[in-house]
T-cell receptor
Framework: AQKITQTQPGMFVQEKEAVTLDCTYDTSDPSYGLFWYKQPSSGEMIFLIYQGSYDQQNATEGRYSLNFQKARKSANLVISASQLGDSAMYFCAMRATTNAGKSTFGDGTTLTVKP | DGGITQSPKYLFRKEGQNVTLSCEQNLNHDAMYWYRQDPGQGLRLIYYSQIVNDFQKGDIAEGYSVSREKKESFPLTVTSAQKNPTAFYLC????????????FGDGTRLSIL
């Protein structure tokens, strides 16, 4: 069974500062992908960044980076230079290659960026 | 542009009524999924389909039904047996090969009249 844990229900960050959103996972599958999605108040799910279990380097996409620590089973999202538009709910998700394509989602973290 | 279209954006259901939520994708993805999201909560899987004419129950399938007659379409019916249907429903699709991300539609908000 797969499990994603996001322990921060809500986070606050000052505009232009960096913030880290925590995510830990559990799986027995050796091959999996880790994803972060952003959900603004309008509801759509926006894919942000992906990390493969065999990737040697941490993924980066613009202001987003994923701090992947495989031994600790953590995949934290780092947002640099926060902007007001970053205020949203953020979900960590995992998809194992042997799990029929299904993804497992965490409960999410609500990020509020303060001006 | 390729993507997933969900309709309607808002839907109201009367007591004892079945309603159907539409989901169409033009991404040529084999797999499609339906999720339910309650306010402030994460996504829970209702049903998923990996191939036409086949689908499997997710974690909260009771009170819901689906069909997959075409690769592009995966409608969800919320039946009268679903006693608490008020939620935000998200449809997603993905390839079956490799750990690729799921692509999501914009969602349907269902409320009880």
């Amino acid at each position: 069974a797969q499990k994603i844990t996001q322990t921060q229900p809500g986070m606050f960050v000052q505009e232009k500062e960096a913030v880290t959103l925590d995510c830990t996972y559990d799986t027995s599958d050796p091959s999996y992908g880790l994803f972060w999605y952003k959900q603004p108040s309008s509801g759509e799910m926006i894919f942000l960044i992906y990390q493969g279990s065999y990737d040697q380097q941490n993924a980066t996409e613009g202001r987003y980076s994923l701090n992947f620590q495989k031994a600790r089973k953590s995949a934290n999202l780092v947002i640099s230079a926060s902007q007001l538009g970053d205020s949203a709910m953020y979900f960590c998700a995992m998809r194992a290659t042997t799990n029929a394509g299904k993804s497992t989602f965490g409960d999410g973290t609500t990020l509020t960026v303060k001006p | 542009d390729g993507g997933i279209t969900q309709s309607p954006k808002y839907l109201f259901r009367k007591e004892g009524q079945n309603v159907t939520l539409s989901c169409e994708q033009n991404l040529n993805h084999d797999a499609m999924y339906w999720y339910r999201q309650d306010p402030g909560q994460g996504l829970r899987l209702i049903y998923y389909s990996q191939i036409v004419n086949d689908f499997q129950k997710g974690d909260i399938a009771e009170g819901y039904s689906v069909s997959r007659e075409k690769k592009e379409s995966f409608p969800l019916t919320v039946t009268s047996a679903q006693k608490n249907p008020t939620a935000f429903y998200l449809c997603a699709s993905s390839t079956m090969t490799g750990p690729q991300p799921q692509h999501f539609g914009d969602g349907t908000r269902l409320s009880i009249l």
